[in-house]
């Protein structure tokens, strides 16, 4: 069984945003995984040591930048890393349909049976790519995964989430998740390392659709300013409790 | 312009988001028409402003798990004749709408949480730091995926008390429930974190929150619940707390793009980093009990108490139990008399 993981790169949420001549500045901010896809690859990696004739494959589409963050994949246990890159357009002009589009060609090119896409991404918090390539690809999907359990030669079996309950359904492959993996812990060991240093890279460039990037909606960005309050402190209690509830 | 808002009833009930997403469309829209999941006829009629409903007719309740490929492309087929299509972000419907609206090649927006003019709306993005303004330049309908913060437009109620209730036309749609997804086990009602159900974070009208200065988890639930429990409040931590194992990770306010609008919010020990403010800006009103008189909390905050805050709580349970509310809706009342 072939499993994709789709992997965005985005900016480092933890670092603060500078505003510079009324847009915001972006350069020289770090650039990492993002954590939702992390746990993901984690969770790929983990049902592949339980059930060996799995192979993982992940896929990102990026810049040359992104490639040693990127490289960080192969050491988490994937097999093969494929890198997206596109010659025409800058890859944060590609809107989420085009996006789309480019994977669900990678996908029938190389014949994957499972796709984990993640649930959002600080950057945008649709996440979107899920259910449109299962739309594009007319496969079966499920929403909130959270546990992979086994697997046939037609059927997985996965736990999602929802309503405040565990269900666990058996879904006939081939299949797309929506995935919100939480309790796996990133963990990279030696030899993963030495494995990322000897794996290459595998670049792929962008195929040409003959799409214009134009994008469905147009966005402006702004930091958001707090509204300024001001503070009264209270010593006694008793006497906020009653300002508020009284 | 016509909107059609997807809804699903939880156990035959419609909650508040959905009441407060309708509101929230009549601003931009002159009518609305609802395609409401598991529901039937006489509890579409506790909705309010609804000019057309659509209900579903099948042998047993739709799972939005299951029937998910049913139904969005009876929602890709609905939707073209609509200017807008609106679904709550947090609920299952969000995956629904972006498969339509994959079917029919456009983008959905989501996270919006307030229209500025007629193709303008505002999200929050990266962590609630960043707000973007949003213009369609795609064909109608627009998808949007709706994320609301505390009412800003409540419903005029005083207006329409002479008026004629206008009732909604109804229309049946037939579903057939054949799939191809089987479903093995369904658990037993996860009640949350500590077992009891409390309100989520997102739909509390209060929460309270501890940093990591609890220490253990086991010190953090003795003394957040009791007065959780009192208020009907919900309970939150900060990245700090969840990292160093005093609350469970889906308290979590800050740091995991959870932004939350409470109308009261209480934080005790948080000394206030950027994303957990980022987080919690949109409250309404926020009390601090820091024993640091320099805490960057301070700044966002609009009452502040500077003593210890095992001695604070003590002193509220008390002085809740004293002093009785009924139920949160009338302490809640309370805070339109306060003046910030």
Redesign the interface.
Known sequence: MKILITVKII?D??I??RQQNGM?CFENISRVINPIDEESVMAAVDFKNKNPGVKLSAVCIGDDVDEKIYKYVLAMGVDEAFLIRSVKHRVKDL???TI?KVLKKFIKINKYDLVLTGK?T???????V???????LGW?????AYNLLKFTTNEL?VQ?????????????LPCVL?CNF?NFIKYIGLTGIILMLNTPMKTVFLPDLHIKP???????????I??P???????D??S??D???? | MKALIILEAINNRFSLTDQRLIDFTTVMCSSIDVLAINCNANRIMSLNWIDKAFIFACTRPINVLIDSYRLSLIVSGLMLKYDMVLVDNNSNLHHILCYAGATTNRCVVSGIHDVIDYNVFTTLVHGGKMLKHIYFKYPKPWLMSVKLFYPTFVGNKNETDGWLRVVPKIQIINFNTDHCIKLLTYSRKDLGPYGLDLPKLTEADIVIAGGKSFGTSENFRRWLLPLALKLGAAIGATRGAVESRCAPSELQIGGNSQVISPKLYIAFGISGSDHHLAGIRYAKTIIAVNTDKDAQIFDTANYAITSDMYKVITTMTGWLQNNTIRNTNFSVSKFKKIII
């Open positions: 900016y949420p933890k603060e945003l915001l809107d989420d349909l789309a959002s600080f950057g945008n918090n649709t996440g979107w899920g259910p449109a390539l299962a739309a594009l079966h999907q499920l929403y909130y079996t999602c989430h929802a309503y405040n309950r565990t269900i666990t359904f058996v879904v006939k929506v939480t134009n994008s469905c909606v147009e966005t402006m960005e702004l930091l958001a707090d509204k309050r001001k503070c009264k402190f209270f010593d209690v008793n906020l409790m300002i508020i509830f009284g």
